[in-house]
């Protein structure tokens, strides 16, 4: 059971947009900086956005973060094919101390 | 461009202890504000965080782990090391080692202000089995 809660999968057609959910609590997500991660097959995961709705470089704009309380939700426009891969939230617990990770959202371009 | 390579032993007996280095190129393991973080992915299953160590011999534990885990770093071979003691099967996985960003120098404190991993090594399956 992973403290931190997502959809086992979503899916979406080609082009179209795609919302993933994270949610928390206030001692992690709520007081926290959360970060997201891609995981391609049979590849290591990739970060995508730091900081709740930063992208590090070469992370195009169709990625998207952003928060509200004690979740957040990654945002994926302009679906590709390419894209289908597990996505991962994770951030800090202050009261676990500990970094925390998401059990992963499966995406699937229809 | 900072690259980590995960290396040690694919298969490891029940009851012994996994040991694997992470050796980092293109870049200084003694950078400020950066730690050097295990995440562990068992066969089909999310990401699980062990640990995270600072250049200066700093630790994270992750709770669950704490009395079976030991990271370590030589910086003058610019690799950090994992060890897991009394491993069983539950403990079989992809390893990866990653940079964990997020961390502030406050009049020569590491203050932890978010948590990020990148770059990731690409991983190493490690097999607990008889």
């Known amino acids: ?110 | 461009q900072l690259q980590l390579q995960e290396s040690g032993p694919g298969l490891v007996r029940p009851s012994e202890t996994l040991s694997l280095t992470c050796s980092v190129s293109g870049g200084s393991i003694s950078s400020n504000a950066y730690y050097w973080g295990w995440i562990r992915q068992p066969p089909g299953k999310g990401l699980e965080w062990l640990g995270s160590i600072y250049y200066s011999g700093s630790t994270y534990y992750s709770p669950s782990l704490k009395s079976r885990v030991t990271i370590s770093v030589d910086t003058s071979k610019n690799q950090v090391s994992l060890e897991l003691s009394s491993v069983t099967a539950t403990d079989t996985a992809v390893y990866y080692c990653a940079r964990h960003g997020g961390f502030e120098v406050v009049d020569s404190i590491v203050i932890l202000f978010s948590t990020w991993f990148d770059p990731w090594g690409q991983g190493t399956l490690v097999t607990v089995s008889s």
């Open chain 1, 1 to 110: 059971q992973s403290v931190l809660t997502q959809p086992p999968s979503v899916s979406a057609a080609p082009g179209q947009k795609v919302t993933i959910s994270c949610s928390g609590s206030s001692s992690n997500i709520g007081s926290n900086y959360v970060s997201w991660y891609q995981q391609l097959p049979g590849t290591a995961p990739k970060l995508l956005i730091y900081d709740n709705n930063k992208r590090p470089s070469g992370i195009p704009d169709r990625f998207s973060g952003s928060k509200s309380g004690t979740s957040v939700t990654l945002g994926i426009t302009e679906l590709q094919t390419g894209d289908e891969a597990d996505f991962y939230c994770g951030t800090w617990d202050s009261s676990l101390n500990a970094v925390v990770f998401g059990g992963g959202t499966k995406l699937t371009v229809l």
